[in-house]
């Protein structure tokens, strides 16, 4: 059976006798998505935090509470460039009858006044710049005469105000956006651009974030070529490891390559002693009735691997179990199917939301909306079919749906040109075009928004 365990370091399968032959459980239970989801999530848990140079956390979970040692802003300021003013000395200030204060002094951002604004009297002052002594408010340079008195070349020791304004007007008190000792970021937050921002106003350079986990690739056939090698007949390039590694990467893991295990005990053993040190492996194919014994073989002698029939359509056959990695520890292991469409949906399905679970994010489902479909989306087998569509949004607002072309599981480019997986329900015998059903995202195009 597949353990239950979690999957961060230090787990270890349990088996009472390790030197007994690993049990070969090669049965075909089919189960729904959903079912095959929770089984292979149960197998996961968040991993350990990290501390990482503040840019590079974008994108992960804070592991930590951020407290503020220090209030931002930490000293009042000038929300405008302008004039620190007493507001009584301007309060019948008007365009026809300006006020004239005496300048005594500048202050620029960076700088601290050395000068006191007493009535009668003004300081010329930058947005963000600290607000000098006895100011109760900043006139804008728009509401002076500042501009007539340069073209004229008028003495800038004086200074017209045109406008009145009130106590308090265009002043940035210390504290005001965050109060020393407070919880600026909390323990489990998504870091966003603004959340990086913060987190630097702080004088953060590093945060403590959950880390990215690490996933090894393993591709399995005697068939495929690594890309840049001459083409022979019979053979095929291996686009599975540079599928996978991408959607790894994009949603946040460490993709670690080892490149192909060929249909020998030998060569699949030494690719998989390349990826215990890993959070996940991934392999693709061998995982279908029909394929060579030797890799599910050699994955059941490594540890406790199932295979299943998942409802689904493309990605009907699946495997998931842990392999024994160093000191006994379990390192999951899932199997996707060979054919890269299959490859890619049952990713989605299942690695993408084991990924965002050990990244500690809290929500792991994919993006649905409900489409129109243009096309008709056939179920002739009771399967749930994930089919492959470009997304559009209509003037009105509503979300279309057409399918990218041949829906057969080997036609990668039905990937490359779509959007979304449109989904038709197991007890559905087809989505008629001009029925309405959910769509997985898998891209958010501009037009969108």
């Given at each position: 059976?597949?353990?239950?365990?979690?999957?961060?370091?230090?787990?270890?399968?349990?088996?009472?006798h390790e030197d007994r032959p690993r049990h070969?459980?090669?049965?075909?239970?089919?189960?729904?998505?959903?079912d095959a989801r929770a089984r292979i999530l149960a197998c996961f848990a968040v991993l350990e935090s990290e501390s990482r140079p503040l840019l590079e956390c974008l994108g992960q979970v804070l592991g930590q509470d951020v407290v503020a040692g220090f209030d931002i802003p930490p000293f009042a300021n000038s929300a405008m460039d302008g004039y620190a003013v007493v507001a009584r000395d301007v309060a019948r200030a008007g365009p026809q009858s300006p006020i004239e204060l005496r300048v005594i002094g500048k202050v620029a951002a960076g700088e601290v006044p050395d000068v006191r604004v007493e009535p009668g009297c003004a300081v010329r002052i930058m947005t963000g710049a600290p607000i000098p002594p006895g100011t109760e408010a900043v006139v804008p340079f728009e509401d002076t005469d500042e501009d007539e008195r340069r073209r004229t070349r008028a003495g800038q020791d004086r200074i017209g105000v045109r406008h009145p304004t009130a106590q308090g007007r265009n002043l940035r008190p210390a504290g005001t956006d965050v109060r020393k000792g407070s919880v600026v970021l909390r323990r489990g937050v998504l870091l966003r651009p603004g959340e990086i921002g913060l987190a630097a106003s702080l004088g953060r350079k590093s945060l403590d974030v959950i880390r990215r986990p690490t996933v090894g690739i393993v591709a399995t056939g005697d068939e495929i070529?690594?890309?840049g090698e001459p083409i022979a007949p019979g053979k095929i390039y291996n686009s599975n490891s540079f599928t996978?590694?991408?959607?790894?990467?994009?949603?946040?893991?460490?993709?670690?390559?080892?490149?192909?295990?060929?249909d020998t005990i030998e060569s699949l053993n030494a690719a998989l002693d390349g990826v215990l040190d890993c959070d996940l492996v991934i392999t693709s194919a061998g995982v279908s009735k029909g394929d060579y014994d030797v890799v599910k073989d050699v994955l059941a002698e490594r540890g406790q691997i199932?295979?299943?029939?998942?409802?689904m359509r493309p990605a009907k056959p699946l495997a998931f179990g842990a392999l024994r990695g160093p000191d006994k520890r379990a390192v999951p292991?899932?199997?996707?199917?060979?054919?890269?469409?299959?490859?890619?949906?049952?990713?989605?399905?299942?690695?993408?939301?084991?990924?965002?679970?050990?990244m500690g994010k809290s929500n792991i489902e994919k993006p649905t909306i409900i489409a129109v479909m243009d096309d008709a989306i056939v179920n002739h087998d009771g399967r749930r079919v994930y089919a492959r569509v470009t997304v559009s949004r209509a003037p009105d607002g509503a979300y279309h749906a057409r399918l990218t072309g041949d829906q057969g599981s080997n036609i990668l480019s039905s990937v490359a040109?779509?959007?979304?997986?449109?989904?038709?329900?197991?007890?559905?015998?087809?989505?008629?075009?001009?029925?309405?059903t959910q769509v997985q995202m898998l891209d958010w195009p501009e037009e969108f928004f």
């Open positions: 059976m597949i353990p239950d365990e979690s999957a961060r370091g230090g787990q270890t399968l349990t088996h009472q070969r459980h090669y049965g075909a239970e089919m189960l729904s998505v959903e070529l690594e890309p996978v590694a991408a959607l790894v990467k994009r949603y946040g893991g460490i993709p670690k390559v080892v490149g192909i295990a060929r199932a295979l299943w029939s998942v409802r292991l899932l199997g996707l199917p060979g054919n890269p469409v299959s490859a890619v949906v049952a990713f989605e399905q299942f690695a993408r939301p084991a990924i965002h679970l050990m040109s779509a959007n979304g997986l449109a989904i038709c329900p197991e007890d559905r015998g087809q989505v008629s075009a001009g029925e309405s």
